[in-house]
């Protein structure tokens, strides 16, 4: 977090789990000396399946149930928090008891799950573990145990109860004739009921035989639920997938998502760090993967099938199973609290807004009524700013996706590096896919775009809707363009530079005055300001300035790969923007101050930049 405000930091003990015959208060810690606390209650496993479970495997889930607790227990400021990332980023100095003290003290196997939680959450945990007094664990403290019998998955698979789980459970079952597990996670309590309704439907049309529901509540106490964003969330649903997957004797979990989830490219222009969610992102997948395999001693797999899908093509899955005529017992909206029976979807939320879209874009509307939704997809009106925000990115994003060429999905969306060396692939057949899946996921939603606005209206659409939001946006378009056209002094319209001074001595570089910058991003910028100073030395003209490829960045800056160069790139870039913010500039101006040429390689933006070095004297 170099030239950051430090992440403030609190101080975490975590006691030894406490039966108390109802399943509450049973894992306890303290942050800052406050009490705080977290039930924990797993649904239907047999006592035999459960007894025969590894220490270890207890151990993963209790540390996961706190991890979860203590990103829930401190604020990040709110979604008004100007300093984006002060207090977004936060550090937590954890003392754990464990079963397993051994296993858990190894050093690669804690950094394996600092870096995880990391890069999942945003925050830094330090863990030190210590040796539970009480090793011997009583099951029922945990779980409700289900009549004995021989029934065993195939597949353990996270069930949300939304499109994408659903219909990923549709085609293990239907097409792989794979007996599954659905694991589910939840706190709310209106989600459980939805979750068991959906798989009761599912059993009438698919057998009994075919999956069983295994429901994990964990449920923050009073006081304990301070940060609604719950970035760690994923890793306890992760956890409690593989353990009931290992309980199981089988070595898989399987999360079923979208590609355009799971790549998480920032549809909405302030959402940044924390704020976008890498529960399925390819790195945290195989982040997953990594730490459970060294947690177990044994190779484990943690993958997402539907990486290669649209939204509209996971409902399209659906509908060729035969199972369009259940979609309505599925759930997207993140506004749990607020569903009622009548309205069960706001159409507010991103997740509503995705839904929506896929479903007119299958023509299944049939199967997902409008009046299913608070607030009608493109004639609704958008009161909040924010509201009004979510849905125009999120179509002007998808008409951009659709025409977007390779370079400049490279260029706009340096983000999608830090996916495409996870996906198994060559990097640029990676990256090729890749923008193929987003030009599908653009033209879907431009096809309904395009089909509400041609279509025969009597009433003008609110100003404040989805379309006539849009309809604004294009006639601004239009008419900047225009007036670029006969501008008689295009002078004015150069983008803004910026001076960068370079103290040597010190390793500190300075931002026009106002911005300082040390550690990994300094070190990169230098490398890159070398060559700028050639290019000036030189007298070539700025767009002629040379260019460093990977390789040579690598090596100068101690790096192993391309792929480590471009996540240095990416970070950095969000680094310079997050600084740019809290500075009151524009954030993608600090983002700009690197130029990526693809295929050829970086250098500082020679029309955005002027280098200096500072006097050593």
């Known amino acids: 977090m170099d030239g950051a405000a430090p992440p403030s930091e609190h101080i975490v003990t975590c006691f030894a789990p406490r039966a108390d015959g109802r399943g509450d208060e049973q894992l306890r810690f303290d942050i800052d000396g406050k009490a705080k606390a977290v039930e924990l209650r797993i649904g239907h496993l047999r006592k035999s399946v459960v007894v025969a479970l590894p220490d270890i495997a207890i151990d993963l889930i209790e540390l996961a149930a706190f991890v979860y607790a203590i990103d829930s ?8 928090d100007r300093q984006m990332g002060a207090k977004w980023h936060r550090r937590f100095r954890v003392t754990l008891p464990v079963r397993k003290l051994e296993t858990w003290s190894n050093p690669a196997l804690k950094r394996e799950l600092e870096e995880t939680l990391m890069f999942l959450s945003g925050d830094r945990f330090s863990f030190t573990f210590t040796q539970m007094e009480e090793a011997e664990f009583e099951p029922e403290r945990y779980f409700d145990f289900d009549e004995e019998d021989a029934w065993q998955p195939d597949t353990v698979l996270m069930f949300s109860g939304g499109l994408d789980s659903f219909a990923g459970a549709l085609e293990e079952i ?5 007996k599954v597990a659905l694991i589910s996670h ?14 009761r439907h599912m059993v009438q049309r698919l057998g009994p035989n075919a999956l069983r529901h295994f429901p994990m509540r964990v449920q923050l106490r009073r006081g304990t639920n301070a940060e609604g964003t719950h970035r760690a969330r994923s890793f306890l649903f992760a956890a409690l997938g593989m353990a009931t997957s290992v309980a199981f004797g089988r070595d898989r979990v399987a999360f079923y998502e979208n590609g355009i989830v799971s790549l998480n490219l920032p549809p909405v222009g302030n959402v940044v760090g924390t704020r976008a969610t890498r529960t399925t992102h390819p790195q945290t997948l195989q982040r997953f993967e990594c730490l459970f395999s060294q947690i177990f001693s044994t190779p484990l797999k943690v993958d997402n099938p539907f990486f290669w899908r649209t939204k509209t093509e996971v409902v399209e899955t659906i509908a060729r199973l035969g199972m369009a005529d259940q979609i309505p017992f599925t759930r997207s909206c993140a506004d749990v609290h607020n569903q009622t029976k009548q309205h069960p979807h ?11 879209f896929a479903i007119l874009a299958s023509r299944l509307q049939a199967h997902d009524p409008e009046e299913a939704y608070r607030i009608d997809l493109m004639s609704g009106p958008r009161g909040r700013v924010q509201d009004k925000e979510i849905a125009l990115s999120y179509v002007r994003c998808a008409v951009e996706y659709e025409v977007m060429t390779l370079e400049e999905l490279a260029t706009h969306y340096p983000a999608v590096f830090d996916a495409i060396g996870h996906l198994g692939e060559p990097e640029e057949t990676a990256l090729k896919r890749v923008s193929a899946l987003l030009r599908r996921h653009g033209k879907a939603v431009a096809g309904v775009v ?44 150069k983008p803004a530079t910026f001076e960068l001074v370079f103290d040597r001595r010190h390793k500190v570089l300075t931002i026009d005055g106002i911005i300082s910058i040390t550690g990994a991003t300094y070190d990169l910028l230098n490398c890159l300001a070398n060559a700028h100073l050639r290019g000036s030395g030189d007298g070539r003209e700025p767009l002629d300035y040379p260019i460093v490829e990977a390789g040579k960045l690598a090596s100068q800056l101690g790096l192993v ?25 524009e954030q993608q101006d600090g983002r700009d101050l690197i130029e990526n040429l693809p295929w050829h390689g970086y250098r500082l933006n020679p029309t955005r930049v002027r280098v200096r070095i500072a006097s050593e004297s």
């Open 186 to 199: 939840f706190s709310a309590t209106k989600i459980a009921p939805i979750q068991r309704d959906l798989y």
């Open 174 to 178: 239907i097409e792989r004739r794979n």
């Open 73 to 80: 227990s401190i604020s990040r400021g709110g979604l008004t």
């Open 450 to 493: 395009r089909a509400e606005l041609s279509g025969h209206r009597v009433e003008p659409y609110p100003d404040n809707s989805l379309a006539g939001l849009f309809g604004s946006m294009q006639r601004s378009q239009l008419q900047g363009a225009v007036t670029s056209s006969i501008k008689t002094n295009p002078e004015s319209e």
């Open 346 to 356: 706001c159409g507010r939320c991103s997740q509503c807004i995705d839904r929506r």
């Open 561 to 585: 790969g391309d792929g480590a160069v471009r996540q240095r790139v990416g970070r950095s870039r969000g680094l310079l923007g997050k600084n740019f913010t809290s500075a009151g500039l």
